[in-house]
């Protein structure tokens, strides 16, 4: 039986599905040359840089 999951893994199946989304955002960020930081403060409506949205960003390469 085992106790603990290895480390760097996830608890849950929402937990792997929230990290492979984000870790999806940051590469499509970094091959688009958009900050990650800079995208997900947008998004959460912090202030600083605005980020067009990615779909915009692809169509527009």
Do not use: E
Request: with cysteine; glycine share 12%.
């Amino acid at each position: 039986m085992t106790r603990r999951k290895i480390s760097g893994g996830t608890h849950s199946d929402q937990g792997r599905a929230a990290r492979d989304t984000m870790l999806s955002m940051m590469k499509t960020c970094n091959r688009l040359g958009v900050s990650f930081w800079d995208y997900l403060g947008d998004r959460l409506g912090i202030p600083g840089r605005k980020v067009l949205p990615l779909p915009v960003l692809i169509a527009a390469r």
